[in-house]
């Protein structure tokens, strides 16, 4: 076993005509990763999630034309194609059953996986959690812009001009964002540098606004021991999780993570190894205390 605090480089996998970067590390029962965005890629879990190693294989991958993984030909990305992914990336390393942990995207992409091929989910972790429609989805822009400063809404205003010039990157537009996705702007320095693919996130945006909505399968998630750690200050609180996830899966459970913001492992990363480790080894999530 590798020891928690190392990893290597990955590789590339061909899944669907396409090349995919995964990472696996440790031994153990599998823990697929499901990185935010969309558009982001998989370092954002990294070194925060290391110490699950030591008792769980992880494996970290960028999602279609994110990080190192291959782009579409055609500029082509949906939530389907997403799905179809994860279950070639289940064949291709062999594994009967996986525990998924998701992260904002993320988690509505393990919900979507979940729906679909529910029989090869184990248990699913979610945090940053956004919700089973695409009602989520708009709410987290709107409570996010009610955020905003005036000045920051002004500067992202000109960002996004200066960048059809060339002028501006999608960085310069994070540096106004990110503050507001913790709950400590200290905290900031430990989240790794991560790429983003902004045509990604604009076609998979598009297709959550009009597509995305589970509520017709969630019966198919009866079985599956379900978590949800909420930030207390997330863009999307624990109370509005509560109304537009747990409501709606009554067995899911709900953990509050105080004096954290949208990026739980970035922020407290030692008290989410804990509530993973104790929540991936049992049997059912009602166990947890």
Same mark, same amino acid.
């Given at each position: 076993m590798?020891?928690?605090?190392?990893?290597?480089?990955?590789?590339?996998?061909?899944?669907?005509?396409?090349?995919?970067?995964? @990472?696996?590390?440790?031994?153990?029962?599998?823990?697929?990763?499901?990185?935010?965005?969309?558009?982001?890629?998989?370092?954002?879990?990294?070194?925060?999630?290391?110490?699950?190693?030591?008792?769980?294989?992880?494996v970290? /991958?960028?999602?279609?034309?994110?990080?190192?993984?291959?782009?579409? +030909?055609?500029?082509?990305?949906?939530?389907?194609?997403?799905?179809?992914?994860?279950e070639?990336?289940?064949?291709?390393?062999?594994?009967?059953?996986?525990?998924?942990?998701?992260?904002?995207?993320?988690?509505?992409?393990?919900?979507?996986? %979940?729906?679909? /091929?529910?029989?090869?989910?184990?248990?699913?972790?979610?945090?940053?959690?956004?919700?089973?429609?695409?009602?989520?989805?708009?709410?987290?822009?709107?409570?996010? @812009?009610?955020?905003?400063?005036?000045?920051?809404?002004? +500067?992202?205003?000109?960002?996004?001009?200066?960048?059809?010039?060339?002028?501006?990157?999608?960085?310069?537009?994070?540096?106004?964002?990110?503050?507001?996705?913790?709950?400590?702007k200290?905290?900031?320095?430990?989240?790794?540098?991560?790429?983003?693919?902004?045509?990604?996130n604009?076609?998979i945006?598009?297709?959550?606004?009009? @597509? /995305?909505?589970?509520?017709?399968?969630?019966?198919?998630?009866?079985?599956?021991?379900?978590?949800?750690?909420?930030?207390s200050?997330?863009?999307?609180?624990?109370?509005i999780?509560?109304?537009?996830?747990?409501?709606?899966?009554?067995?899911?459970?709900?953990?509050?993570?105080?004096?954290?913001?949208?990026?739980?492992?970035?922020?407290?990363? %030692?008290?989410?190894?804990?509530?993973?480790?104790?929540?991936?080894?049992?049997?059912?999530?009602?166990?947890?205390?």
């Amino acid at each position: 076993m590798k020891p928690a605090n190392h990893y290597s480089d990955g590789s590339l996998i061909e899944l669907n005509c396409s090349k995919f970067y995964v @990472n696996c590390i440790g031994e153990g029962e599998p823990i697929v990763f499901l990185h935010g965005g969309p558009g982001s890629d998989h370092r954002f879990f990294l070194p925060h999630v290391l110490p699950l190693a030591d008792n769980f294989k992880l494996v970290l /991958y960028d999602q279609r034309g994110c990080g190192t993984s291959e782009q579409s +030909k055609e500029n082509n990305y949906s939530m389907s194609d997403e799905v179809d992914n994860i279950e070639l990336l289940r064949i291709q390393l062999g594994f009967e059953k996986m525990n998924l942990f998701g992260e904002s995207w993320g988690s509505m992409l393990a919900l979507l996986y %979940a729906t679909t /091929y529910p029989e090869r989910v184990q248990n699913i972790l979610l945090t940053a959690a956004i919700g089973v429609t695409s009602e989520g989805f708009e709410r987290f822009e709107v409570e996010l @812009n009610d955020r905003l400063s005036a000045d920051d809404k002004c +500067k992202l205003s000109k960002l996004e001009g200066y960048m059809k010039t060339g002028d501006a990157s999608i960085h310069d537009i994070f540096n106004v964002l990110d503050p507001y996705y913790v709950f400590s702007k200290v905290s900031l320095i430990h989240k790794s540098n991560t790429t983003y693919n902004r045509v990604v996130n604009e076609c998979i945006g598009e297709d959550i606004r009009k @597509n /995305y909505d589970i509520n017709d399968k969630l019966n198919r998630l009866s079985n599956i021991p379900i978590l949800i750690a909420q930030g207390s200050h997330d863009i999307l609180t624990p109370s509005i999780i509560r109304e537009l996830l747990v409501k709606n899966i009554p067995h899911a459970q709900l953990i509050e993570i105080e004096e954290c913001g949208h990026w739980t492992i970035v922020e407290k990363p %030692a008290e989410m190894i804990n509530i993973a480790e104790q929540f991936f080894t049992t049997v059912s999530s009602s166990n947890i205390d």
